[in-house]
């Protein structure tokens, strides 16, 4: 199926690795002309080579921090006429509320939440503008459903999704769609050093804790990022125009709503 995107321009957030990887691997194969971030320099241009392998348009790179105004504020100034914004960063640190203070919350909140929120509200006027925009949040199954031991992240992307409820639907007339994309477990460097954690804790090694995990997921085995970037082209594309505001659930069937 024709995207119709060919020749968008997209910035997609935190996508040296993972999932935001998976995004941008699959944009730039429907001829999308992607912007690739992270922080570590070596990493992002390793990544922007393996992708311009596969692109069927211009593959460029902003190494910054995302989630600092400095970072946002150079991201900006180098993606002309941004058609697709897809906002990421990593997630929170695992753990309980017990043992977060106030800066932990504040950074949280900065990282996971106020930071797209900026985004969207500087990349908008211009997508109105234009007719066109699309904006993906990686957010996190722990907004259907919360996840325990990840109490930061629990609260944190409630907030975004709750504004993005408001706001995706005051731009659907100008056909600028916003939509979460809410991933289970997906086998990234985030779930691995997740599970390092929990090994030291548990005294189980890395392995049995990925087989029990994966023992719990309907599908019998974790998500690769990129069919995690194949949801995000789709909801890009021209076809979508009619889906906005929604929450879309990737977990092989994990999140029960029984649960
Ligand atoms: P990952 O494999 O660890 O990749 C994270 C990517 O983000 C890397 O490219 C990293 O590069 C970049 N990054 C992190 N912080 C950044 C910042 N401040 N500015 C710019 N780039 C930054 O993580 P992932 O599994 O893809 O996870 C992506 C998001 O989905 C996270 O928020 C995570 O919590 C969430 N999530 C993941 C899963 C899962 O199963 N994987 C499940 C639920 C939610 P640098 O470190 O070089 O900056």
Known sequence: MDLGIKGKNALICASSKGLGKGCAKALAKEGVNIWLNG????????????????????????????????????????????????????????????????????????NNMLTPIDLFNRVLDGMIERG??????????????????????????????????????????????????????????????????SSEKTGKSIEQLLETGKAQIPSRRYGMPDEFGALCAFLCSQHAAYITGQNILIDGGLVSLNL
């Open 39 to 110: 922080r570590n320099e070596e990493i992002l241009n390793a990544t922007a080579r393996e992708i311009s392998d596969v692109a069927q348009g211009s593959v460029s790179t902003i190494a910054c921090d995302i989630t600092t105004e400095d970072g946002r504020n150079l991201a900006l100034s180098v993606t002309p006429n941004l058609d697709i914004l897809v906002n990421n960063a990593g997630g929170p640190p695992v753990g309980n509320f017990r043992q977060w203070n106030m800066q932990d919350w504040q950074s949280a909140v900065n």
């Open 132 to 197: 066109f925009g699309r904006i993906i949040n990686i957010t996190s199954s722990s907004v259907k459903a919360p996840v325990q031991n990840l109490d930061l992240s629990n609260g944190a992307r409630s907030g975004l999704t709750g504004f993005f409820a408001g706001a995706s639907r005051q731009v659907a007339p100008f056909n600028v769609t916003v939509n979460s994309i809410l991933p289970g477990r997906f086998d990234t460097d985030r779930l691995r050093s997740s599970m390092k954690l």
